[in-house]
C-alpha cells in the first residue's frame, strides 16, 4: 500500500499531516501523473535575404584603353581607363565606351545608387522612375513617400518626388534633392537642386553610400516643400494680365534683351530696330504657344503662376526643346536654370 492510500483516509477524519507527511503526500501524487512531455525543440527558421531587383538594366565598368603604334600593334595607355557600358544579363556583344578618363577618375556605377535607392524603399519610400542622360552618362533614380506634402488646386495637382541622380564619370557628383511633378501636365521643378537631402556622399572609386537619419531627411524635405507651396499658392491668387507683361516676364527668363542689330539689304548693311535676336524670338513664340495651349493653362487663368507654368511647359513638354530633353538639359542644365529664373521673378511679383 502505498502512502497515499495510508494517508487520505486520515485527512478526510480531519487529522493533520506533519510537512514532512506532505512532502511525501506530494510526490505520491507526482507518481500517479502522466510525465512531462519533453519540450519540443523548434529549429529557427533563418530566412535569406531577398536579392534586390535591378532598377537598371545596364551596367558599368572600367575598362584598359588601347592605342595602335606605328606597327599596327594595341598598346595599353598606362594611366587611364575607359567607362564601358553594357547589359547586365550579359547579352551585350559591342563595346559602348562612354567615356575616357584619368585612373584617378571615379566611376560611380549604377549598383551604387541602386543601393541608396534600396535603402530608402526600405525606409518607406516607393519607386516612380529611373533614367539616363547626356548620352547615358548621367543616371538618377525618383522616389516617393506618403508622409511628403501634395497640393492640388485648378489646373494643378503637385507631387514631390525625391530625386537621386548622379554621374559616371565624375561630372555630376551623387546628391538628392526635391522634385515637384505636376501629375496635371508633368511640368517639373527641382527644389534647391544643389541640396543634399537626405545622405552625403564624396564622389570617390569606393564611394560606400549611407543613409545618414532619413527621418529628418523627410522633415527637411517637407519644410522646402511646404514653402514653395505656400509661394504657388500666392501666384495662382496673383492675377498678371497682358501680352506685354508675358512678353517681358518670358524674355527675363530666356535672357533676351532687344537691340539694334546689324542687318544688309542688296549687300548694304544698315542698323535695324531694336529687336531680340532669331533665336530668341523663336523661343518667345514657343513660349506664349506653351501659355495658351499647355495643358492646365486654361484652368489656371491668367496668374503669375500660369506665367511661370508657362515656362516649365516650354521647358518639359514642347516639341522645340526635344534635344534639351534627351541631353536632361530641362532637369539640370540650361533649361533647368531658366525654370529656376522664372521662379525667382515669379516669386519677386507676390512678395
Not at 113 to 141: D, Q
Request: with cysteine; charged share 25%; glycine share 6%.
Amino acid at each position: 500500500m502505498s502512502y497515499l492510500d495510508e494517508i487520505v483516509p486520515n485527512l478526510t477524519n480531519g487529522e493533520t499531516v506533519s510537512n514532512e507527511g506532505l512532502q511525501k503526500l506530494a510526490l505520491e501524487i507526482m507518481k500517479g501523473q502522466d510525465p512531462e512531455p519533453e519540450p519540443e525543440i523548434i529549429e529557427p527558421v533563418i530566412e535569406e535575404p531577398a536579392p534586390a531587383m535591378d532598377i537598371f538594366k545596364h551596367t558599368v565598368d572600367s575598362v584598359p584603353v588601347y592605342i595602335k603604334d606605328s606597327n599596327g600593334s594595341l598598346v595599353e595607355v598606362t594611366g587611364f581607363h575607359a567607362m564601358n557600358r553594357t547589359r547586365k544579363d550579359g547579352t551585350s556583344t559591342e563595346p559602348e565606351i562612354l567615356h575616357v578618363a584619368p585612373r584617378t577618375t571615379a566611376i560611380i556605377t549604377m549598383e551604387q545608387i541602386e543601393s541608396v535607392a534600396h535603402e530608402l524603399i526600405k525606409c518607406g519610400y516607393k519607386l516612380t522612375g529611373s533614367g539616363e542622360m547626356k548620352n547615358n552618362r548621367w543616371l538618377f533614380i525618383e522616389l516617393e513617400h506618403t508622409d511628403l506634402p501634395t497640393l492640388e488646386f485648378d489646373g494643378t495637382n503637385l507631387v514631390p518626388k525625391m530625386w537621386i541622380g548622379s554621374s559616371h564619370d565624375g561630372s555630376l557628383a551623387m546628391k538628392s534633392t526635391v522634385k515637384l511633378t505636376d501629375t496635371w501636365c508633368e511640368n517639373t521643378f527641382m527644389l534647391n537642386s544643389a541640396s543634399e537631402l537626405l545622405f552625403k556622399a564624396k564622389h570617390t572609386r569606393n564611394a560606400d553610400i549611407k543613409i545618414q537619419d532619413y527621418e529628418q531627411g523627410i522633415r527637411s524635405a517637407s519644410d522646402l516643400i511646404k514653402e514653395y507651396y505656400s509661394l504657388a499658392e500666392k501666384m495662382n491668387d496673383t492675377s498678371f494680365v497682358g501680352q506685354q507683361r508675358l512678353e517681358k516676364f518670358f524674355a527675363h527668363t530666356l535672357g533676351a534683351e532687344k537691340k539694334s542689330r546689324v542687318r544688309k539689304i542688296n549687300g548694304k548693311e544698315y542698323d535695324s530696330d531694336p529687336m531680340y535676336s532669331g533665336k530668341h524670338e523663336n523661343q518667345l513664340n514657343q513660349l506664349f504657344e506653351s501659355y495658351q495651349y499647355g495643358k492646365g493653362q486654361n484652368e489656371r487663368g491668367e496668374t503669375v503662376w500660369s506665367a511661370f507654368s508657362a515656362v516649365t511647359d516650354w521647358c518639359d513638354n514642347h516639341e522645340g526643346n526635344q534635344k534639351s530633353r534627351d541631353m536632361g538639359t530641362n532637369v539640370i542644365g540650361s533649361r533647368a536654370r531658366q525654370k529656376q529664373r522664372a521662379w525667382d521673378l515669379a516669386t519677386q511679383m507676390v512678395q
